[in-house]
C-alpha cells in the first residue's frame, strides 16, 4: 500500500481507544498480578493495603495442597481434551466429508449452540439428567446397573462429564475447519494407488488435520485447566481444582494476596503450556505448507 | 460404493454426538412442563412453573439486569470495534498484528484469572465491586469478538467501491458513510449479537466485579443451584435456550457458517 492510497494519515488513531481499553483492562490488571502477589491479607474496597510480604509465595511453595491440585487440574485438563478429540475426530470427518454439503453449515450451527448458552445452564442441564431419580439414573436402575436413588453427581466423574460436554463444540468446530480444508482428489488419489484406509489416514488426513487438533486444545485445555465454576458446583467435597483454591481466596477465606500469588503461578504455568502449543501450530502450518 | 460400511459408522456416531448435545436441553424443556418440581420422574403435564416465573419470581429481575447489562456493552463494544478495524487499516502492519494478538489475551486466558485481576486493580483504586467495574469487566472479554467480526469484513469484501469513489473525488467521510459503513454493517450487527450473548453468559467476570447483593441472571442461577433449585429455573432455561437455538438457526439463515463466527476465538 503506497502512501497516497490511505485517505487521512490520522486514521490510525481509530485504534486508540481499544488500545487503551486492552492494555488497561487486561495487560496491566495481569502484570500487576506478580506485585498483589506481595500483599499482606486483603485489599479492602478503599484501597488500603495492609503491609508486604512474601509468605505469600513461600506459603505456596512449601504447601502441597497447591501442587495437588496444579497437577490434578492439568490431568483433567489433559482428559478431558482426551476424551474430546476421540468424540470430536470421527463427527467433524462426518460433517466436512460425508454428509450432503448443503447440510454442512446448519449442522456445524447447531454444534455451537452451547457456545451461545449459558455455562450455568448447561451444568445445570447435565445435573438435571444426572441427579438421583433423574432421566439418566432411573434407565440405569431400570437396567439394574445402579441404584436410581443415588446418582453420580458430586464427584471428579461429574466434574469430567460436565466439562465434556461445555467444550465439545470447540474441538468439534476445530477440527472441522481443517479436515474440510483437506483435498478430496489427495484422498481418493492414495487410495487409488492401493494405500488402505489406516495408511491414507496416517499419511494424509491425520497430519493436515493437525493445526485444527492443536488450536482445538488450545481452546480447551487452557480453560478447562482454570474452570472453577463446575468443581464448586458438582465436584463435591473432593471434586477441588485448582481455580476452586484460588476462587476460595477470594469469596470465602478473603486472603486476596494469597489468592494474587497463586494466580499468578497458575497463569504463568498457563502460558508455557500456550507457547509451547502455538510454537506447534506454526511449525505445523508450515510443514503442511511445504507439502503442497 | 466400498465406503459405505465406514460411512454407516459415521453417521452413527453424529447421531449420537448431537444426542449428546442435545439430550440435556431437551430434557431441561421437558421437565419444565413436569409436576415433580425437581425434573424427576414420573411425567405428569402441567404449566404452573411458567406462571410462577411470570408472576413475580426473582429471576425475573436479574434477567432485566443481565438484559440492561449486556445491551449497554453490545453498544458499546460496537462502536469501538468498528474503530478499531477501520483504524487498523491505517496503520502498519505490525502495529495491527500486535494489537489482534493482545486483543486475544482476553478469550484465551481464564476468565477466573482476567476477572481476579481486575476486582484486585478497581479494588486498589478505590472503585471496588461496582456496576462500573463490571461493565468494563464485560466489555473486555467482549470487544475482542467485534473487532474479529468487523475486520473479517473488511478482508472478505470487494474493496473497488472504495477505490472508484475516492477516484472519483468522494471525500472521506462521504466514502465512509456511502461506501465503508454499509459494507462493514453486516459483521457489525453479528459483532454486536456475539457480544451480547457472550456477555449475558460471562459468569466469571460478573461473578468477581458485581456490587455486593447485586446478582446478574447467571449469578442468580448459580446462587439456586448451589442452595437448591427452584422448579421455575426449568421454564427460564427452556426459554433462554429456545431463543438461543432460534438465534443460531437466525444466523445460519442469514448466511454465517459456524466457522466464520467463530474464526475469533
Known amino acids: 500500500m503506497t502512501d497516497n492510497e490511505k485517505p487521512i494519515s490520522k486514521g490510525g488513531t481509530m485504534i486508540l481507544p481499544s488500545s487503551l481499553l486492552f492494555l488497561c483492562l487486561s495487560l496491566i490488571p495481569l502484570g500487576m498480578l506478580i506485585f498483589f502477589s506481595f500483599i499482606d491479607g486483603n485489599i479492602n474496597m478503599s484501597g488500603e493495603i495492609r503491609g508486604f510480604t512474601i509468605e505469600n509465595l513461600t506459603r505456596m511453595f512449601s504447601s502441597f495442597t497447591f501442587t495437588k491440585l496444579m497437577f490434578k487440574s492439568v490431568g483433567i485438563g489433559i482428559l478431558v481434551t482426551v476424551i474430546c478429540i476421540v468424540i470430536s475426530y470421527p463427527t467433524a470427518w462426518g460433517i466436512a466429508k460425508v454428509v450432503k454439503s448443503k447440510y454442512k453449515n446448519l449442522l456445524m450451527m447447531l454444534i455451537i449452540v452451547p457456545f451461545f448458552t449459558s455455562q450455568l445452564l448447561l451444568i445445570y442441564a447435565i445435573m438435571v439428567i444426572f441427579q438421583a431419580k433423574g432421566v439418566i439414573m432411573t434407565l440405569l436402575g431400570s437396567l439394574n446397573l445402579a441404584d436410581s436413588s443415588t446418582s453420580i453427581l458430586y464427584s471428579n466423574l461429574a ?6 460436554y461445555e467444550y465439545l463444540p470447540y474441538m468439534i468446530l476445530s477440527l472441522y475447519t481443517s479436515i474440510e480444508g483437506i483435498d478430496d482428489n489427495l484422498i481418493s488419489a492414495s487410495q487409488s494407488l492401493g494405500a488402505g ?32 465454576v463446575e468443581p464448586t458446583l458438582v465436584g463435591g467435597p473432593n471434586g477441588m481444582m485448582v481455580g476452586s483454591l484460588i476462587n476460595s481466596q477470594f469469596t470465602v477465606v478473603l486472603n486476596m494476596g494469597y489468592g494474587a500469588a497463586l494466580s499468578f503461578v497458575f497463569l504463568i504455568i ?3 503450556i500456550m507457547a509451547v502449543i502455538k510454537k506447534s501450530i506454526n511449525s505445523a502450518n508450515k510443514s503442511i505448507g511445504g507439502m503442497e | 460404493m466400498k465406503n459405505t460400511k465406514f460411512n454407516l459408522f459415521i453417521k452413527i456416531w453424529l447421531l449420537c454426538t448431537y444426542a449428546i448435545i442435545f439430550i440435556p436441553i431437551l430434557v431441561i424443556i421437558i421437565m419444565s412442563f413436569n409436576k415433580t418440581p425437581f425434573g424427576m420422574l414420573p411425567f405428569k403435564f402441567t404449566l404452573e412453573w411458567y406462571q410462577l416465573l411470570f408472576e413475580g419470581s426473582n429471576l425475573f429481575a436479574a434477567t432485566i439486569l443481565s438484559l440492561k447489562l449486556s445491551g ?45 485481576a481486575l476486582l484486585l486493580i478497581f479494588n486498589l483504586t478505590g472503585l471496588g465491586r461496582s456496576y462500573i467495574g463490571m461493565y468494563f469487566g464485560n466489555l473486555i472479554v467482549v470487544l475482542p469478538y467485534c473487532i474479529m467480526m468487523v475486520i473479517a469484513r473488511f478482508n472478505e469484501a470487494d474493496r473497488t467501491p472504495e477505490d472508484a469513489a475516492r477516484m472519483l473525488g468522494a471525500t472521506y467521510p462521504l466514502v465512509f458513510k456511502d461506501v465503508i459503513f454499509p459494507m462493514l454493517l453486516p ?14 453468559n460471562a459468569f466469571a467476570m460478573q461473578y468477581f466485579l458485581a456490587p455486593f447483593g ?43 457458517s459456524a466457522s466464520r463466527l467463530m474464526k475469533s476465538k
Open chain 1, 159 to 164: 466434574v469430567i462429564i460436565v466439562l465434556v
Open chain 1, 197 to 228: 484406509r489406516w495408511n491414507t489416514f496416517k499419511n494424509i488426513v491425520f497430519p493436515m488435520s493437525i493445526p485444527g487438533l492443536l488450536s482445538g486444545i488450545l481452546l480447551v485445555l487452557v480453560p478447562v485447566t482454570g474452570s472453577f
Open chain 1, 270 to 272: 498457563l502460558s508455557i
Open chain 2, 72 to 116: 449497554a456493552v453490545a453498544i458499546t463494544s460496537m462502536i469501538i470495534g468498528t474503530l478499531t478495524a477501520v483504524g487498523a487499516q491505517y496503520v502498519p502492519k505490525k502495529v495491527s498484528n500486535l494489537l489482534m494478538s493482545v486483543a486475544q489475551l482476553p478469550i484465551i486466558i481464564p476468565w477466573l484469572v482476567q476477572a481476579i
Open chain 2, 187 to 200: 459483521g457489525i450487527i453479528t459483532g454486536g449479537l456475539m457480544s451480547f450473548m457472550v456477555s449475558f
Open chain 2, 214 to 256: 447485586v446478582r446478574t441472571l447467571p449469578m442468580e442461577i448459580f446462587t439456586m443451584i448451589r442452595v437448591g433449585y427452584k422448579p421455575d429455573m426449568n421454564a427460564l432455561a427452556s426459554i433462554i435456550m429456545i431463543i438461543t437455538i432460534a438465534f443460531v438457526l437466525l444466523l445460519n439463515k442469514l448466511g454465517y
